[in-house]
């Protein structure tokens, strides 16, 4: 066989192949093709679709764990602003303070004042508890419980202090004092 039939015979052979390619092409791999791309389209929408759904479920579970915090937020605030009249909460902040501070408490009486009625429909009725209170013991410790009253996490107002010498004859002569607490709460109506 001749150089030239067998240049001619390879070319022959070189089309072939390069339409068969294209069969084969046209044929499996395009259709193939078409629908890798149909379901590439398919899964960049559901991961789409996926990342919103979990954007929303975590905003979701955010709200859920604030909502359950919200008990603590409302039991924490009828410690400051109680939701109703108790009037052995504020006595007992006294005393209990009084006592922490070295502070004898030798009388103590209370008097529930008038309800403030409120301007808005928001917020409720404030109601007032006032505490007499008489005292003694020394000024450091006084100076301390009057710091501490101010600091308590219930709202309390110290009012009418007045301060005399102890009528008791000690080596150390504490004083007396009396002054007005004023405690708020929250009414129903």
Avoid: W
């Amino acid at each position: 066989m001749k150089t030239s039939s067998k240049r001619i015979l390879f070319i022959l052979l070189a089309l072939a192949f390069l339409i068969g390619s294209v069969v084969v092409y046209s044929s499996f791999i395009k259709n193939v093709y078409d629908e890798v791309v149909v379901l590439r389209g398919n899964l960049m929408s559901k991961q789409d679709t996926y990342n919103q759904f979990s954007g929303t479920f975590n905003q979701v579970q955010a709200l859920i764990a604030d909502y359950q915090n919200k008990g603590d937020v409302q039991n924490r605030m009828s410690l400051i602003l109680p939701k109703d009249r108790d009037v052995s909460y504020p006595v007992s902040q006294i005393v209990g303070l009084a006592e922490t501070n070295g502070i004898l408490v030798s009388s103590l009486s209370t008097q529930i004042l008038p309800v403030q009625p409120s301007q808005s429909k928001v917020i409720r009725n404030i109601g007032r508890i006032k505490a007499e209170v008489k005292l003694s013991g020394s000024y450091a410790g006084f100076k301390a419980f009057l710091r501490q009253l101010e600091n308590n996490i219930l709202i309390l107002d110290a009012t009418d202090l007045k301060v005399d010498i102890s009528s008791t004859k000690t080596g150390i002569a504490p004083l007396d004092y009396s002054v007005s607490v004023t405690s708020y709460y929250q009414t129903a109506q």
